[in-house]
Structures are given as structure tokens and as C-alpha cells.
């Protein structure tokens, strides 16, 4: 979602050095982007205030004497290293009255909100200015690791005989963004039929889900889960022939690597955060109740995701295979 907004900066001044502070489980993402040139650690948990850690990497970030911070969070801690290290020009959107922490201030059109990309997009420009086209942008994965990889996971390299299918069947936002299970297993063995070999991919966190696919459909994938940090995630991801994940980052790291993608969106919305490449085939229903973006289904029927038969994912995933394939741009973006 944010490398537009690096790949704009980049365009701005070519010679502009970015470092990146996220999460330690983002950097491998953002080590992939060839317009970072460094990145920090964040040492905070989710939800974590940690003043005095946070006036601690304020010192470290006055040490590089960085010219300008863009916040990219809109809760109000995610704004305090910046302003404790002094950086002159700290640009992020209002969030969480942010008057003083940041002096570039954007704010966001709340009766018709522009989708995720966008948002981070126009805080390349000053408040207000029109958001130019997201310019492509790709991730580089690592030929070095992926042999790595491949070796450790006693994986056979994908060839044109032999195929691989990737299925992302988590998202931690909640199950209300998961196509159930059982689904899952049904195409899995369709796919395993037709002769690819079917990679399950996720965190530790998805486990639960990729065991009722296997319960559900013995042998019908191989259960990666848990076993690929997310660098050896990116790499395995750009050797798949096809890709079917829910709305979840691992969506948008097959979108990045410009895999054949089949997108699925249930209780969230394509216009919101689609996937960015012109080979994502979304599947989305827009019944009525839809996007309602809760983490279960509050009317217990999850018609959203239910009504989109494994059959039609199976065939909207061969279409996307096949090398003449071509889609129009998702909805928003693209
Ligand atoms: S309320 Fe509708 S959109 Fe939301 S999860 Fe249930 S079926 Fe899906």
C-alpha cells in the first residue's frame, strides 16, 4: 500500500535516501523495495504507548538528522519519535489531533474516502493537492533465498510440467475476511487434478485454518504455514503460476510480484484496498449487506463469502493461469 508513495518521492528527488521504520515482521516487504535504502526496527508492540522507548528512538532518529518524516499510522504515538527527534518536516494526516506533533497536516475527506494507496499516495504532495496516477511499482524477490528455500522445504522447482498453485486461506483481521475452509479443500484437490502442486501459505496464526482445509481434504496441499518467514513467503509467492487469497497482505504481495491473482472479498471492499495488477481477477458479490467490514459475520449467514462457489473460483483460477490471460484493472486501482 505504500510504495507508491516511496516511488513518488523517489520521482520528486532522484537522489532522495528513504529508510523505512516498521514493524520487524514488515521489513522483509520493504527490504524487497528497490526505493528503500535502509530500515529501522520498530521496537514497539501493537497498542504500545512506551513514552520513554519512544523518546529513545527520538534520540536515535535526531542522530541521522533526518529531513523529513512521513507517518503513515494515525494514532497519535506513531507521531511522538519524529517530533522528540526534532525532524523539521513531519507530514501525516490529522488522526488522532496531531495539531503540534506534525506541522504538515493532511486531512481526510471523510464523506468520500479515497482507498488506502491513495491516502498514503498524496502525502508525497502538500495538503490538498490532486493525487497524481500511482506509478508501478514491484517487489524483488531473492533468487538466493528462494533456492534456499526450496532446498530446506524439500520443494520440487515450479516448472511448466509442474506448476504450483499458492492458496493464502488466512487474514487476520478476522474470519468474516475468510473464504471457509472447506472451500479451500475443494479447490485444492480440483487444482491438485489438473496437475498443479498446491502450496498452502501463512503465518503461525493461519495453522488453524490450513488443518481444517487438510482435515477437511487429506493430501489435497502441501502445508507451509508457520514455515517461511515472510521474505521466503514474497520468494516462494513469485514462482506460483497462480495465487487465490483473501482481501490479506499476502494478497498484496502477489499483486506486487505481478502473479496471476484471484482475489476474494467478502465482509471489505475492492475499492478500498484492491489488489494493484493488471492479472488480479477479484471476486466479489456485493450483496447487500456488503463490504460491512466486521470481523465476524454480525448476521451469522456470511452469504459474502459462501455464495462464491469453489467451482467458479476453480475456473476463474485456471483463466488466470493460462498465459493469454489478461484482466481489466481492479476496481480503484490498478
Ligand atoms: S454481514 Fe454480509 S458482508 Fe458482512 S460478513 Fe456477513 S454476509 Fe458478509
Not at 205 to 215: C, N, Y
Not at 235 to 252: P, Q
Request: with cysteine; aromatic share 6%; glycine share 6%.
Amino acid at each position: 500500500m505504500c510504495q507508491p508513495l516511496l516511488a513518488r518521492l523517489r520521482q520528486q528527488q532522484p537522489n532522495l535516501e528513504i529508510d523505512v521504520l516498521a514493524p520487524k515482521w514488515v521489513l522483509p516487504v520493504v527490504e524487497r523495495m528497490a526505493e528503500v535504502s535502509g530500515t529501522i526496527e520498530s521496537p514497539f508492540d501493537h497498542g504500545d504507548l512506551d513514552l520513554r522507548g519512544r523518546w529513545r528512538l527520538g534520540r536515535l532518529l535526531a542522530s541521522k538528522r533526518y529531513e523529513r518524516a512521513i507517518v503513515l499510522p494515525n494514532t497519535l504515538k506513531s507521531a511522538l519519535a519524529p517530533f522528540f527527534a526534532g525532524i523539521p518536516i513531519r507530514a501525516g494526516y490529522v488522526g488522532e489531533s496531531r495539531y503540534g506533533l506534525l506541522n504538515v497536516l493532511h486531512r481526510l475527506d471523510h464523506t468520500n474516502p479515497p482507498p488506502m494507496l491513495e491516502r498514503y499516495l498524496a502525502l508525497a504532495g502538500a495538503p490538498g493537492e490532486p493525487v497524481p496516477d500511482p506509478l508501478p511499482t514491484r517487489l524483488d524477490p531473492s533468487e538466493e533465498n528462494l533456492a534456499r528455500a526450496l532446498a530446506v522445504l524439500s520443494l520440487p522447482k515450479p516448472s511448466e510440467d509442474q506448476p504450483v498453485a499458492i492458496l493464502c486461506p488466512g487474514a487476520e483481521y478476522g474470519s468474516a475476511k475468510r473464504w471457509p475452509a472447506v472451500y479451500y479443500a475443494d479447490l485444492a484437490l480440483r487444482l491438485k487434478a489438473s496437475g498443479f502442486a498446491v502450496w498452502l501459505m501463512g503465518s503461525q496464526s493461519d495453522k488453524p485454518v490450513t488443518e481444517a482445509i487438510l482435515q477437511a481434504k487429506p493430501g489435497c496441499a502441501i502445508d507451509l504455514t508457520g514455515k517461511t518467514d515472510l521474505a521466503t513467503a514474497i520468494d516462494l509467492i513469485s514462482v506460483a503460476s497462480v495465487v487465490i487469497s483473501n482481501d490479506s497482505g499476502l494478497m498484496h504481495v502477489a499483486a506486487a510480484l505481478d502473479r496471476p491473482l484471484v482475489a476474494l472479498f467478502g465482509s471489505s471492499s475492492p475499492a478500498h484496498t484492491p489488489p494493484r495488477s493488471t492479472k488480479a481477477r477479484v471476486q466479489y458479490l456485493a450483496i447487500e449487506c456488503s463490504p460491512c467490514y466486521a470481523r465476524e459475520c454480525p448476521l451469522g449467514h456470511f452469504r459474502c463469502m459462501r455464495e462464491l462457489a469453489p467451482e467458479r473460483i476453480f475456473r476463474e483460477a485456471l483463466a488466470a493461469a493460462s498465459p493469454t490471460s489478461a484482466c481489466a484493472p481492479p476496481p480503484g486501482g490498478g
